[in-house]
């Protein structure tokens, strides 16, 4: 579920194929604010790697970091606590 203030995804894409087609790398990077740009949520970086075998199988790879600066969203239903010495067996 997205932001109350909406979410921009500006992202970029490189891929490279060094083994004619049959080996391609990708790298994908987001960086996610609010539609209005005040708000930094993040980064993104994605690593790809698809190998192929034949005309009709292929083996995928993938990595994803997220690096986030600014958490705003609380879903419903759920216990946030600060955990400490004094209260690690209490529950929500």
């Given at each position: 579920?997205?932001?109350?203030n909406?979410?921009?995804?500006?992202?970029?894409?490189?891929?490279?194929?060094?083994d004619?087609?049959?080996f391609?790398?990708?790298?994908?990077?987001?960086?996610?604010?609010?539609?209005a740009?005040?708000?930094?949520?993040?980064k993104e970086?994605?690593?790809?790697?698809?190998?192929?075998?034949?005309?009709?199988?292929?083996?995928?790879?993938?990595?994803l970091?997220?690096?986030?600066?600014s958490?705003?969203?609380?879903?419903?239903n759920?216990c946030?606590?600060?955990?400490?010495?004094?209260?690690?067996?209490?529950?929500?």
């Open positions: 579920m997205p932001p109350n909406g979410l921009r995804d500006v992202f970029s894409t490189e891929s490279t194929n060094p004619n087609d049959n391609i790398l990708s790298r994908i990077y987001h960086d996610l604010t609010d539609d740009e005040r708000t930094h949520y993040g970086y994605d690593f790809q790697a698809v190998k192929k075998f034949g005309k009709h199988y292929s083996l995928l790879g993938n990595l970091i997220m690096i986030l600066t958490l705003t969203l609380t879903p419903k759920s946030f606590r600060e955990i400490s010495t004094s209260n690690l067996d209490q529950s929500c």
